[in-house]
């Protein structure tokens, strides 16, 4: 997979206090780029951009590398859409000068994003001839690195650096998204950004992204719970006020308790519902000191919770049990019957 560049635009942004300044430093063409620095620094970049893996649904709320949609309403196409507008104005640049114009509009709207740094912004297109006659749009963001030096010679030992960057920790945007080799969806971008601060979502304030598996099953979660306590309290009461008070504050809660609500029927058919559309989905919790990480798919069936003189109980059935990395004497344990096991923890004080 190997990208060839039409047009590039090398923008620095700096950040002084309350001021930003956006200073071009060069637009070339394929043959400019061919013969600059640029051409080594950036060299493989694109192709990593491009073969990074995204899932659609992500197993985590913070995963650095996101699919967006432009937003359209019903009835409308892309057209409608100002981020679309603008990348399709890029990807398509006649000459240098527009494309430098375009490229301008795009180092303005990202300076003002509200928790932008410093650093070198890189718009580029580039065409990926093996499949497409289009243009790929790339947009490229490297932080400036503080305290950066390289060596001189015997004498000076370093030379500081005022303004380096790095690939490292590089943000970018890809436009379009390209699923699989040969193939792409023009409705849809891929976001890169390694980093709390979420740069791209605010550049990018029509396009919206899929959810991640945790919101998807959350919002699952709270449907199942909000239908229970509707077949409860069938009417407005305050026990049902305070109810569905406790599942709003619980959906935004990080760390949350056993609610012992739902019966083990109740809660193995809400599971398979979530499971049937994404059997991937983890369950991981945590007894007391003993954390737990299994598929959700497994409760019920390989693993169960009981309770037993007001503690709770973990059973999980397995083929076989292996040991990794430290070693302890329970690697030669001939294991009781299970009443075995019952009857003590039954009988524990």
């Known amino acids: 997979m190997e990208f ?3 047009y590039l635009s090398f923008y620095v942004i700096e950040i002084e206090d309350e001021s930003k300044r956006v200073s071009h430093y060069q637009t070339l063409d394929q043959t400019d780029y061919d ?3 640029l051409q080594n620094f950036l060299d493989g970049e694109f192709t990593k951009i491009a073969k990074r893996k995204v899932e ?3 197993k985590s709320e913070n995963s650095p590398t996101k699919i967006g949609r432009f ?3 019903e009835g409308h196409d892309l057209t409608s859409n100002p981020n679309y507008n603008i990348f399709h104005h890029l990807r398509y640049a006649e000459n240098k000068e527009i494309f430098q114009e375009k490229t301008h509009q795009i180092a303005e709207m990202y300076a003002e994003t509200s928790a932008v740094r410093g650093g070198a912004l890189i718009v580029a297109t580039a065409k990926l001839a093996k499949y497409f006659d289009d243009p790929f749009l790339f947009i490229i963001k490297c932080d400036f690195e503080p305290k950066v030096a390289t060596i001189t010679d015997a004498s000076t030992l370093i030379h500081q650096v005022e303004m380096a960057i790095t690939t490292k920790n590089m943000k970018s945007i890809q436009y379009p998204y390209m699923p699989e080799e040969g193939m792409l969806d023009e409705a849809e971008v891929k976001v890169h950004q390694a980093s709390h601060a979420r740069y791209f979502e605010d550049f990018l304030p029509y396009v919206a992204y899929e959810k991640s598996l945790p919101e998807i099953v959350r919002k699952q979660v709270v449907d199942i719970v909000q239908e229970h306590i ?3 309290y069938p009417e407005t009461n305050d026990e049902k006020v305070a109810l569905e008070e406790e599942l709003e504050e619980w959906a935004v ?7 012992e609500r739902l019966s083990t029927e109740q809660i193995v058919e809400a599971t398979s519902q979530i499971t049937e559309h994404a059997p991937e989905v983890e369950l991981k919790m945590k007894l007391d000191h003993v954390s737990l990480k299994a598929l959700l798919a497994d409760f019920g069936d390989t693993i169960h919770l009981a309770k037993v003189n007001g503690r709770y109980v973990l059973i999980i059935e397995a083929e076989n049990i292996q040991f990794d990395k430290s070693f302890s004497p329970i690697e030669f344990h001939k294991p009781d019957h299970l009443m075995t096991v019952i009857e003590k923890v ?3 004080p």
């Open 71 to 73: 937003i359209v309403e």
């Open 56 to 58: 659609r649904h992500a």
């Open 35 to 37: 013969e600059s620095q």
């Open 346 to 348: 039954v009988n524990k």
């Open 4 to 6: 060839n560049i039409q």
């Open 230 to 232: 509707e077949e409860v």
């Open 253 to 259: 809660t990080p760390k949350r308790e056993l609610q």
